[in-house]
């Protein structure tokens, strides 16, 4: 498992709907804002990216020091982006596209409102018992 | 583009030039001091050629023009590696320098997005970085790997006045003093030379100079001799001086001495001078040098011979790995190649350079001298980009460069960091500003802080100009340059980056960055001191609920240190701490309306309308239809606004939620108010429409000083809480108008922890709000009030009225009023919702004692309960106060009131009070509303069962059935009463005991049987003496404790019971009411008496008109022997109906095969006594007492006995008369008989009179069980 792992739903509007510290590494005050911000200069990046491939697995597209964003792009234009310090290729993939399972399901709940956060604890916990098992 | 006309190209044409090594005697410096310049400082302006115009040689045949050329002049003492120290000195003096500028903008608004985009790119990052990049590239100058740096020549100067001056030129060019680079034999010491003779006009004639030039060409050579006459102007500040002097101030010289003795001679003759040093001496010697270098080269280095020794030679050495490989002297072919490159570069002969820096690289990366390698391919790098060929190979050799810098480690950093700003340069010339951006950034990370925040900056500017334009990545870049520079302690500058970048992040839903970006912008604010700006953004920030604890706690500490450093209070428009929930907001008001409690008012409108509907007067005006909604004559024009009266709070409820989780102290939360006095409804119109704009003008100045709290119009409350980490508490606020006119309610204020006041505006409900429906106009907010002249009001309460009570509970209450104002009231009525349970008393009630006050003390004869009863007294109960009570002003007014808790279940009561005024007042009248909630929980329940007694006339069995339904409380039942005078209750005759059942504890039922009489129509005499009345005592204490239960209140709430429970029941006519009285067995006596009173309504009774009942001997002898025994009965019938009955008796023999139908017929024919069918369940005898008298005798074939004399009777009977009819039955054996199977058919005549109703028209009567034992007798 990744000592250090930010996960995050953009939506398309570019706010975060769901965040999620998911490393090892015990989450530190400063840190949250650290990751935030370079996540959030990660979309200019995924901005660009988006629309030169037709995968939805962008794999890594951004890096600031030994911190590596991978994103993965959904349809619907929502990102979700990991912030992460091992390389782990398969396993990235492979929690992005069972993340992408999950939110389709929170996605066909009438009563959630596409765009807004992500409340469901269940949701929650299914992250990041994904996270221990492929990151 | 061009490269030479690009930024990085113009750099390298001023940088990488000719260095000359300029040697002076103290004397020729002195000279110049005078005129406040260093001889160098002297030269500089006119080193830089823009139009040279010389013709160039070097390699090849073709000659070129150089247009510019310039030279850089160093003193030798200059020369030399520079200390790190010191040079990071200069450049932090460059950013502070540039510091002082930034501070007048930091008080201006930070810029928007607009503002950047249209900036032009060249000012897109701040000038200064353009200067501290070179700065920070000097600092490299004159390294040891690169040969750009070494003086190409060397300028002797001697004064005039020196003595021996030529001897002079030997001592200035010594050894010792040289650079060690030419003492360590890095470069070639054999430079060329030039003597200059330096003459002070003032000092005296030219001649002696002409002299010493005439001594020195004769001794040092011919053309490498030169005088330079200066200071010829007489007097210092010459007019004309400052003018000449103009053109080259730019160039850095500046005069701070002022006094300047050169004039435009002087000048002109250091231009000439200059002129001549480079075009006839400096570049010809390096268009000569560059031709036996290469001639050199070409016959070492060149050709397949040369190339092939060169790698057997170079492999054949063992090179120790060192960083610097190994150490090259002037005289290697190595250092010659490089010398030969770096003089064609800086004559531009790219095309020689480039080839030679190849030829070296291949060398030096053999040789493994990295430093050197990654000089030479930064050197080519450069010359690709200056050829503006391959841009691939260009940036390859730069990365090749730059990571090779890196590879050797810190000897290289700052190598790398100069070959990455020019890697940079040449990628932003390109329009590759991403990748730039990203060689700015890797630069960073291996430059000290403060170097780092620049670099960063300039990273961050690439973002921007790249395309598409990449602002989050700017943000970012300027937010890490932002934190860089505040390590470094550069705090304006710190800023000035958070500043730049705030227009990224504006409204950004990622919390974390919005909090760190505004916390530390409105912290540095704070720490330069300009408080305001900090606050305004720590303020944006104070509210945020989703940090840690000691984040919140961080937060808010340093916006009270600075908010407390401001000296003064802060006010904060829409401060968000606490929150205030506007869509909770309620305005109460009270006009004609008045409220007991603020609880009564959360109750529904429509609920008081509906109460109130029959005791206020309608609406005087009618309207016509529906657009005659604003009737004229109304004294409230506007009908929007509501009404309050002067001198009555109105209150205002709102919602307050802390969202941190620290405790926060909030105090003085009031209201801000207006009261216009002129009574103009357009004015507050007026308001209503400029109170849109009112946000903006709020934003614009803080306009709280003009809603002051006006003393003499209107007080205000204020309310000071402490709100808990999370919590939410709802507030109320009160606003007293104190004078007639026009209140409007602008928004609430408040101080938090003393020191900042929050104020907020309520968001007006404009006209659209309410046209969304009507739920929207219900929510909509009214702010403006017309306040009305003082009236008098009314509060009230019920005393000590029972929030929890048992079923059955009777008590007597009070209700007090009082009237607050001057003035009285008078023409009180009082509407209750729930006259079931609460009924108003008389006057005379208000001084009885309760209990006793029901007790029966003289033996009344009449249990009628007056029967004025109406149908609107069911159905919420109208009281009208007795036409004299007035309360007048200041007065208190008690009125007793009933209570009976009816039915278990919770209760909602309403009560509303309504009076007039004494005066004529604006409102002719009010009301006052009042709300309780009870609870009232099961006691007993109570069913009665009743059925004929078959064995005597006119008389029922009754049985009760009670249960109590509490879990700890017993109860002592009191007394049974049967309301009316028709009906007697008595005990059985049997049993007497009854008083053994007296209490009944917790979850116990008890069932009691008892006898009751009509004594309406047959008047016995067992009523007359008493000792059979209407009322049972079932307690010990004897017939004097009897409760009275045809007076008010029991009989009050006994027609509300009936009402009640008629409306389930519907059973024929005559029906028997029964009002059991317990009381509650106190555990301690302290406890007052409770008395419970339980109402069971219309239990029906048999409903037969008729009666009837078997007479005749019990036990017969007889011989069976001799005969049939024959037995004589007779049936007693009697008629108790008002009508005349015909009447049959039909006597069947043997087994009926009706016994089966027998009991669905009974039921059927209509309720058999019981009425309330929940006690089933419970009283499982219930069921086994139904139809005693069908008895099993199928299996016998043949009836034992035969109805002998008549099958049928037919009878008439008068009303209240009674028939006897004889019946004979022939008995064959001896047994015991039942002659029960026989019937009554009977039929009702009605009379003009009166009316029966359909189901006892006529009915059939099943014969009762009658016992007859015939024994046989003795013969």
């Known amino acids: ?135 | 583009m061009d490269p030479l006309r690009s930024y990085l190209g113009r750099l390298l044409l001023e940088d990488i030039t000719p260095v000359v090594m300029v040697l002076t005697t103290p004397l020729a410096e002195a000279a110049c001091r005078r005129s406040g310049l260093s001889f160098v400082d002297m030269l500089s302006p006119f080193s830089l050629f823009k139009k040279i115009d010389v013709p160039v040689r070097t390699a090849s045949d073709q000659p070129y023009r150089l247009q510019m050329f310039k030279i850089r002049m160093v003193y030798a003492s200059d020369i030399h590696k520079q200390d790190h120290e010191v040079a990071d000195e200069r450049i932090k003096l460059v950013v502070s320098e540039a510091n002082e500028k930034t501070l007048p903008d930091l008080l201006a608004d930070p810029p928007q997005l607009e503002d950047v985009v249209n900036k032009p790119e060249a000012e897109l990052c701040p000038l200064w970085t353009k200067r501290f990049n070179r700065e920070l590239i000097r600092t490299l100058s004159f390294s040891d790997h690169e040969t750009f740096d070494h003086p190409v020549a060397c300028l002797l100067v001697v004064s005039s006045k020196d003595k021996e001056p030529i001897s002079k030129f030997a001592d200035l060019f010594n050894t010792n003093q040289l650079p060690s680079l030419l003492n360590e034999g890095i470069m070639d010491p054999q430079i060329l030379k030039h003597y200059l003779v330096l003459h002070d006009q003032q000092d005296g004639p030219q001649e002696i100079a002409v002299n010493i030039l005439a001594e020195m060409r004769s001794t040092l050579g011919l053309n490498d001799c030169k005088l330079l006459c200066i200071n010829s102007s007489a007097q210092a500040h010459g007019s004309d001086a400052d003018n000449s002097w103009l053109p080259y101030k730019a160039h850095g010289l500046h005069n701070h001495e002022g006094a300047c003795f050169l004039n435009t001679d002087d000048l002109n003759e250091i231009k000439d001078f200059m002129q001549d040093f480079a075009s006839n001496h400096i570049i010809p010697y390096m268009e000569q040098k560059i031709r036996v270098l290469n001639q050199q080269v070409a016959t070492t280095r060149k050709g397949f011979r040369n190339q092939i020794k060169n790698l057997w030679w170079r492999k054949r050495d063992d090179v120790p790995e060192a960083a610097n490989g190994p150490m090259y002297t002037f005289t290697s072919i190595e250092s010659q190649i490089r010398v030969l490159g770096d003089y064609a570069f800086m004559l531009r002969d790219y095309e020689l350079a480039l080839s030679n820096y190849r030829l070296l690289s291949t060398d030096y990366k053999l040789d493994k001298a990295w430093k050197r390698f990654a000089g030479v391919q930064e050197m080519s790098g450069l010359c690709y980009f200056m050829l503006d060929q391959s841009r691939k190979d260009a940036e390859y050799c730069m990365e090749n460069a730059f990571s090779t810098y890196l590879r050797i480690g810190s000897s290289g950093q700052r190598n790398a960091t100069r070959c990455g700003l020019w890697w940079a340069e040449m990628l932003t010339t390109r329009g590759q500003h991403r990748e730039a951006s990203s060689v700015y950034f890797r630069i960073s990370n291996e430059e000290p802080s403060l170097h780092s925040a620049v670099l960063l900056e300039q990273a961050a500017c690439c973002y921007l100009l790249s395309s598409p334009r990449m602002l989050r990545k700017y943000g970012f870049h300027l937010i890490l340059a932002g934190n860089s520079y505040y390590l470094s302690d550069q705090k304006q500058h710190a800023v000035r980056a958070y500043r730049n970048a705030l227009f990224v992040y504006k409204q950004n839903p990622w919390s974390y960055i919005n909090n760190h970006v505004h916390y530390n912008v409105g912290r540095w604010y704070g720490v330069l001191g300009i408080f305001d700006v900090a606050i305004k953004h720590l303020l944006e920030v104070v509210a945020c609920s989703h940090q840690s604890l000691t984040t919140q706690s961080m937060f808010l500490n340093d916006f009270f240190h600075f908010v407390q450093s401001t000296g003064k209070k802060f006010d904060v428009y829409k401060l968000q701490l606490p929150v205030f929930n506007m869509s909770s907001l309620r305005v109460v008001h009270e006009d004609h309306r008045t409220y007991a409690s603020n609880a009564d008012v959360d109750v529904s409108e429509s609920i008081w309308q509906e109460l109130e509907e029959e005791m206020i007067p309608s609406s005087s005006v009618v309207r016509t239809n529906w657009l005659d909604t604003q009737p004229k004559s109304s004294p409230f024009k506007n009908n929007k606004a509501s009404v309050c009266v002067a001198g009555e709070a109105v209150k205002l409820n709102v919602e307050v939620k802390n969202p941190l989780q620290i405790s926060v102290n909030v105090s003085g939360i009031s209201l801000i108010c207006q009261l216009s006095t002129t009574m103009d409804a357009s004015s507050a119109e007026k308001g209503t429409l400029s109170a849109a704009t009112e946000e903006d003008i709020a934003t614009t100045k803080p306009s709280i000083l003009t809603f002051k709290s006006d003393e003499n119009n209107f007080t205000v409350s204020s309310l000071d809480i402490v709100l808990g980490g999370g919590e939410t508490k709802r507030i109320q606020l009160e606003v007293t108008p104190k004078v007639i006119g026009i209140l409007k309610l602008v928004g609430i204020r408040w101080t938090l922890s003393d020191s900042v006041v929050g104020y907020q505006y309520f968001e007006v409900s404009t006209q659209k709000k309410t046209k969304k429906g009507k739920r929207g106009a219900h929510r909509s907010l009214n702010n403006i009030l017309i306040v009305i002249k003082a009236l008098p009001k009314l509060t009230g309460y019920i005393d000590c009225l029972p929030t929890k009570a048992f079923t059955g509970d009777l008590q007597l209450l009070t209700l007090n009023l009082r009237n607050q104002s001057e003035h009285a009231v008078k023409n009180v009525k009082m509407k209750i919702s729930h006259p079931r349970f609460v009924i108003p008393g008389g006057s005379s009630d208000l001084d009885l004692e309760f209990p006793q006050c029901l007790r029966k003390h003289v033996q009344s004869d009449s249990n009628v309960v007056s029967s004025k009863s109406t149908k609107e007294k069911f159905k919420g109960f109208l009281f009208a106060f007795p036409q004299d009570i007035k309360i007048q002003g200041g007065a208190t007014f008690s009125w007793p009131i009933w209570f009976h808790a009816a039915t278990p279940g919770n209760l909602s009561l309403y009560l509303s009070l309504y009076y007039e005024m004494e005066s004529t007042t604006d409102i002719p009248y009010r009301t006052l509303r009042t709300h309780y909630n009870v609870e009232v929980l099961p006691s007993l329940d109570v069913s009665f069962a009743v059925s004929m007694c078959s064995s005597r006339l006119q008389e029922y069995i009754v049985r009760m059935d009670i249960m109590n339904r509490t879990l700890s409380e017993s109860f002592a039942l009191h007394q049974l009463s049967c309301v009316g005078t028709k009906w007697a209750v008595s005990t059985l005759p049997s049993c007497d005991s009854i008083s053994l059942v007296e209490t009944i504890p917790a979850n116990q039922s008890v069932s009691c049987f008892f006898k009751i009489k009509d004594i309406g129509t047959n008047s016995c005499a067992e009523a007359a003496d008493g000792s059979c009345g209407s009322d049972m005592v079932l307690s010990p204490g004897g017939s004097t404790d009897v409760f009275h239960i045809s007076q008010s209140p029991i009989a009050d709430f006994h027609y509300q019971e009936r009402y009640h429970q008629g409306k389930l029941a519907k059973g024929p006519s005559s029906l028997l009411d029964f009002i059991l009285i317990a009381k509650a067995v106190a555990a301690n006596s302290s406890k007052s008496e409770q008395l419970l009173s339980h109402h069971t309504c219309q239990v029906a009774l048999s409903q037969n008109p008729i009666w009837w009942l078997m007479e005749g001997p019990r036990t017969i002898t007889h011989d069976f022997s001799k005969s049939c025994c024959e037995a004589n009965i007779q049936l007693v019938i009697h008629n108790s109906s008002e009508h005349n009955i015909s009447l049959g008796v039909v006597t069947s023999d043997g087994t009926l095969e009706k016994n089966q139908t027998i009991p669905s017929h009974e039921s059927a024919s209509g309720p058999g006594g019981w009425y309330d069918v929940s006690l089933e369940n419970d009283v499982k005898a219930i069921t086994s007492m139904k139809g005693t008298h069908p008895q099993k005798q199928s299996s016998e074939s043949i009836s034992p006995f035969v109805w002998c004399s008549l099958s049928s009777a037919q009878v008439d009977l008068k009303p209240n008369s009674s028939a006897k009819i004889p019946l004979k039955v022939c008995i064959f054996a001896p047994g015991t008989y039942n002659f029960s199977n026989y019937e009554l058919h009977w039929k009702v005549h009605p009379s003009e009179a009166g009316q029966v109703d359909d189901n006892g028209r006529s009915g059939v009567g099943q014969g009762y069980p009658f016992y007859v034992t015939v024994l046989q007798g003795a013969r």
């Not at chain 1, 840190?31 to 491939?53: G, S």
């Not at chain 1, 091992?86 to 396993?91: C, S």
């Not at chain 1, 929170?106 to 269940?122: A, C, D, E, Q, V």
Request: hydrophobic share 40%; net charge neutral; with cysteine.
């Open chain 1, 1 to 135: 498992m990744a000592s250090t792992a930010c996960f995050v739903i953009v939506s398309k509007n570019d706010i975060p709907i769901y965040d999620a510290e998911v490393g090892s590494a015990p989450k530190k005050e400063d840190q949250a804002y650290q990751h935030q911000f370079i996540l959030h200069a990660a979309l200019d990046v995924v901005q660009d990216l988006a629309w030169t491939t037709n995968a939805m697995s962008l794999k890594s597209v951004d890096r600031f020091n030994e911190l590596v964003v991978s994103v993965y792009v959904t349809a619907g234009h929502t990102r979700f982006m990991l912030l992460h310090d091992t390389r782990t290729e398969d396993g990235i993939k492979s929690f992005f596209q069972e993340v992408h399972e999950l939110y389709i399901k929170i996605f066909l709940n009438p009563l959630y409102l596409p765009g807004s956060r992500i409340t469901s604890s269940h949701f929650d916990t299914k992250v990041r018992a994904l996270a221990r098992k492929y990151l």
